[in-house]
């Protein structure tokens, strides 16, 4: 799917909602472009149930060498949370930056994100140094995953 497309703008516009609830301001301020979302260089995947869309998150290239994935825009909207949509999601994601060559993948979030914490640790995600955007923030926890 498209990070422009119609669906993808829904569910990633209800993400930063969720994100401004829980840390304020606009949600997620990371510089984002659609276009590093296109295979190669990433892709952008949605998540359905009973035919409606609930869930999204996306992964791009992350340095120079073509070797790392950073997760970007992982949401699961409320009515579908607890359905193991999250874990499939990121099993896709996982799957599509491997197909794809990248053999890490890292991730930020925020320590007011305890369910996406949980999902990240029992899914074999470790705590890495801080790296994006918000490394200087705090509650910023960062995590990496070798594929």
Do not use: N
């Amino acid at each position: 799917m498209r990070y422009d497309s119609p669906v993808a703008r829904e569910l990633v516009a209800a993400a930063m909602a969720d994100l401004a609830q829980r840390y304020g301001g606009e949600g997620d301020e990371t510089p984002v472009a659609g276009s590093e979302f296109e295979p190669p260089a990433g892709a952008f995947l949605i998540a359905y149930l009973d035919g409606a869309p609930v869930g999204c998150a996306g992964w791009r290239t992350h340095g120079d060498t073509g070797e790392v994935a950073e997760l970007k825009r992982m949401y699961v909207s409320p009515a579908a949370r607890g359905r193991g949509v999250a874990r499939r999601v990121l099993t896709g994601i996982e799957e599509s930056a491997r197909k794809h060559g990248r053999s890490r993948l890292i991730l930020e979030c925020g320590d007011r994100q305890p369910e996406a914490i949980a999902l990240y640790r029992a899914s074999g995600y470790e705590r890495i140094p801080d790296f994006g955007y918000y490394r200087e923030e705090p509650g910023v926890i960062s995590f990496g995953r070798s594929l």
